[in-house]
């Protein structure tokens, strides 16, 4: 399927640490984007690399993108307990057909 | 202030009912989703709408019917429920068709029973 998949499926580490959680896809895309989800929440963008683009920052987050492995990093720097949240990565070739994996459950112990 | 919102937050109904969730955007983009989360967190598209247009439909069963009586709202009608329709529903909006940015609703959890 098209559908990204984030590994690992579930993280835990202490406040101040980095994580890292990564996403696979399968087919050729124009673009991928992060997403955050708080617990009973919906979904919050967090950034969008395009596939022309290698590595992208916004504040405590660096994305990267390498087209070649089909592979996505998400690095979240000098983590925080409100950081607890699943995230998502979403691939598609148009704004109209994203498809979501299922996800990275990451756990920031204070 | 709530930029996409829906209702009801929480729905619990028996198999054969039919309901509606509704959601509305005060974003002022053109286009809405409905997406569906299950039990293991896999969120998948159903519908979106784009100045009440329907422009697509990944393989729902016809018993859900997506109605937009404006461009703020896009609701979703359901006939008949079944057990597997339990699940999560999220709205989502983006300023246009071709916008990649899109904003969620924070949910509708359905339990049928």
């Known amino acids: 399927s098209q559908q990204g998949e984030e590994d690992p499926q579930a993280l835990s580490i202490q406040e101040g640490e980095n994580a890292t959680m990564n996403c696979s896809y399968k087919t050729s895309i124009n673009n991928l984007q992060w997403y955050r989800q708080n617990s009973g929440r919906g979904l919050v963008h967090l950034i969008l690399?395009?596939?022309?683009?290698r590595e992208k920052h916004s504040g405590r987050l660096r994305v990267t993108l390498d087209t070649s492995k089909k592979s996505s990093s998400l690095l979240i720097t000098a983590s925080r307990a409100a950081d607890t949240a699943s995230y998502f990565c979403a691939t598609g070739t148009g704004a109209n057909n994203l498809f979501f994996g299922t996800g990275t459950r990451l756990t920031v112990i204070p | 202030d709530t930029a996409v919102s829906q209702t009801p937050k929480y729905l619990v109904t028996q198999m054969g009912n039919d309901k509606s969730i509704k959601c509305e955007q005060n974003l002022g983009h053109d286009t809405m989703y409905w997406y569906k989360q299950d039990s293991k967190k896999f969120l998948k598209i159903m519908f979106s709408y784009n100045n009440k247009e329907l422009i697509i439909n990944e393989t729902v069963p016809n018993r859900f019917s997506p109605k937009s009586p404006d461009k703020a709202h896009l609701n979703l009608h359901i006939n008949s429920l079944e057990l597997g329709d339990s699940a999560v529903y999220f709205c989502?909006?983006?300023?246009?068709?071709?916008?990649?940015?899109?904003?969620f609703g924070p949910g509708t959890r359905l339990t049928v029973t």
């Open positions: 690399i395009r596939s022309n683009e």
């Open positions: 989502a909006s983006s300023v246009r068709a071709d916008s990649y940015e899109q904003y």
